[in-house]
């Protein structure tokens, strides 16, 4: 089945930015989606289709995918970002939505 | 505004069944595809079924496959999902959630969850 890697946690400062990577197996030929999750909360969409942005969210949220890795990016971090991020696929080959692992962002 | 939510979620022995529902509001239910997303205590986020907007097509994942029933009554808005063999692995918060891309009546995107249901506490016990 299909895999997701995302490095278990990433410690960034206020005002810099944090880059979250999500691994796979050709992932550059998917479309992946980013949610951002706070305790005790439901996920909330942050990018979809590789790169675009639900309403209402901050333009400091982007995304890329290409070859074997996607990246979420969240520029100048503020303490609200603190979360669990988790990207998403559509695995075709199996019929199966797959998450990954998942990244705890911790601002310091 | 949009809302799901969920109810039928509980404390149930190992190898019972439980129902879950789903209820939707604020939007067009029946042109949605929708899904089952789980989240075991502590843990990351398990995708668990998806149906298609008109209910004719479906998938599950192979932990929950010949177990688990994803349905949906548009007439009524609601999304359900049916457990049986409830395991203790089981266990967790579910959620039901919106999902775009080919499951979803003409659309463009390819995917992406814009609505989620605060989710509801299913607990296994052995």
């Known amino acids: 089945s299909y895999v997701l890697t995302q490095p278990p946690s990433v410690s960034v400062p206020p005002r810099e930015t944090a880059r979250i990577t999500c691994g796979g197996n050709n992932i550059g030929s998917k479309s992946v989606h980013w949610y951002q999750q706070k305790p005790g909360q439901a996920p909330v969409l942050v990018v979809y289709?590789?790169?675009d942005r639900p309403s209402g969210i901050p333009e400091r949220f982007s995304a890329s995918n290409s070859g074997n890795t996607a990246i979420l990016t969240i520029s100048r971090v503020e303490a609200g970002d603190e979360a669990d991020y988790y990207c998403q696929v559509w695995d075709g080959d199996s019929d199966h939505y797959v998450f990954g692992t998942g990244t705890k962002v911790t601002v310091l | 505004q949009v809302q799901l939510v969920e109810s039928g979620g509980g404390v149930v022995q190992s190898g019972r069944s439980l129902r879950l529902s789903c209820a939707a509001s604020g939007f067009t239910f029946g042109t949605y595809g929708m899904h089952w997303v789980r989240q075991a205590p502590g843990k990351g986020l398990e995708w668990v079924a998806v149906?298609?907007?008109?209910?004719?097509?479906?998938h599950y994942a192979d932990s929950v496959k010949g177990r688990f029933i994803i349905s949906r009554d548009n007439s009524k808005n609601t999304l359900y999902l049916q457990m049986n063999s409830l395991r203790s692995e089981d266990t967790g918060v579910y959620y039901c959630?919106?999902?775009?891309?080919?499951?979803?009546?003409?659309?463009?995107?390819?995917?992406?969850?814009?609505?989620w249901g605060q989710g509801t506490l299913v607990t296994v016990s052995s």
């Open positions: 149906i298609w907007y008109d209910g004719n097509k479906n």
């Open positions: 959630a919106t999902t775009d891309g080919a499951p979803t009546f003409g659309t463009s995107r390819r995917g992406g969850s814009d609505y």
């Open positions: 289709d590789d790169s």
